[in-house]
């Protein structure tokens, strides 16, 4: 209404042309609404902020928790740690940054990283520089499987794993792989997500041809960590109702809803169907077997695959929010989790990582920041056994993944 009322004033007002006196006034009301529309265009947002009785934008929601609990800040791991789940191509050309990375290692009790960014061929051998000139100790490396060999990316039909013995010839390079000193398989989602057959449908995962694969990798002791599918929410609608709704605004394309992007749950039956097929293959399923939401459903996995074992990178944001579950679920299975953290972290995060297993404390964020990105919640810590946590940080890693347990060993002497 006040709109209205200022733009008949102003017509009324411009109609009785020549008139001096009213120049000011004209100028004072023009200022006045455009002022007026300005505030409504900008502000509008910023008003949402829940103060005086408006509503809230979730994405300025800040509650700061007032409970008063124990808390507690640790600087290293309380035994040795294996981290099977890092990417240190990031660090491609800086060594110096490796050194920097190692010393944090030292002052973490964190005794070995496993990169799971090793390639094969030339990558390796960059790769195999990077980490082992100087601290061949401290690294263990993981192949990747040349899925687009020398095609261009956008087009499949261009790509190595659609020609004929491919299996054979990624066989070749592991083999070679492993004489330089791999020790394992990593397998990106790009599986299952990506990668696509030259008809553009998507590659199976357990496309037989793969099966070569994945028994060179049982013949050559090269463990595989396979990373298939994303968090449940990503294959929801990305609406009012989904847990990550802040998560998949800041990131759309980690969404895989709709008709273009496989089930989630064929695409873990998939996976599920290799490891059967393949019982002499050691499997480490990615971030929490890829279903920390349903850790019930990890522990038959367990019992079904002797198999299979799960890293818990990047997830203690969903194992720490349901602590009594994962609280029994690790110490249940505790022979076949491995820690890892799809770092490299910060000094800060792996804290929170040691807080989590170790202590008992409650209600704390699972990142650096007060407001981390996976979720609206915070976390509860495991306080899991020393027994527990011996396993977790490093005694299945050195028994699963070759070339760990003497670096351990070297680790643990040299104190
Ligand atoms: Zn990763």
Request: glycine residues 6%; proline residues 7%.
């Amino acid at each position: 209404m006040a709109d209205g009322v200022y733009r008949d004033r102003i017509i009324q007002l411009f109609s009785r042309k020549g008139s001096l006196m009213l120049r000011p006034m004209i100028c004072m009301i023009l200022m006045t609404v455009v002022s007026h529309a300005l505030a409504q265009s900008d502000q509008q947002p910023r008003s949402l902020d829940g103060s005086n009785g408006r509503d809230l934008l979730l994405r300025l929601y800040r509650p700061q928790s007032m409970l008063k609990v124990p808390r507690h800040v640790l600087k290293q791991a309380k035994f040795p740690v294996v981290d099977v789940h890092t990417h240190f191509r990031r660090f491609n050309g800086r060594p110096d940054r490796v050194d920097e990375f190692v010393g944090q290692m030292d002052q973490h009790n964190v005794a070995v990283c496993t990169s799971l960014d090793g390639y094969v061929g030339d990558q390796l051998e960059e790769h195999r520089k990077l980490l082992w000139t100087k601290h061949r100790d401290r690294f263990v490396i993981f192949a990747r499987v040349p899925w687009r060999g020398d095609g261009s990316r956008d087009d499949p039909a261009t790509w190595d794993c659609h020609r004929p013995d491919f299996g054979h010839r990624v066989t070749l390079a592991l083999t070679d792989a492993k004489r330089q000193g791999a020790s394992g398989l990593k397998i990106s989602k790009a599986l299952g997500l990506y990668l696509r057959n030259p008809d553009g449908s998507l590659i199976k995962i357990d496309d037989p041809r793969w099966d070569p694969i994945w028994k060179a990798c049982g013949d050559l002791g090269m463990p595989v960590l396979i990373h298939i599918s994303d968090p449940a929410a990503f294959f929801h609608p990305v609406d009012a109702r989904n847990e990550r709704w802040n998560e998949l605004r800041s990131h759309p394309s980690w969404s895989f809803h709709g008709d273009d992007f496989p089930d989630r749950e064929e695409l873990l039956a998939a996976r599920n169907r290799v490891i059967r097929r393949h019982p002499t293959t050691t499997f480490i399923g990615a971030h929490v077997a890829n279903d920390p939401e349903n850790l019930g459903r990890v522990a038959e996995w367990f019992a079904e695959f002797p198999n299979f074992h799960a890293e818990i990178g990047a997830r203690i944001s969903d194992l720490g929010r349901q602590p009594y579950t994962a609280r029994r679920w690790m110490i249940e299975n505790a022979d076949r989790i491995l820690f890892g953290t799809d770092g490299p972290m910060s000094p800060a995060q792996l804290s929170i990582h040691w807080r989590f297993l170790e202590t008992l404390d409650e209600y704390f964020p699972y990142g650096n920041s007060a407001f981390p990105s996976q979720g609206y919640w915070n976390i509860y810590g495991l306080g899991l056994p020393d027994d527990v946590l011996r396993k977790i940080y490093h005694e299945n890693a050195a028994r699963i993944i070759p070339g760990v347990a003497e670096r351990l060993e070297r680790f643990k002497n040299r104190k």
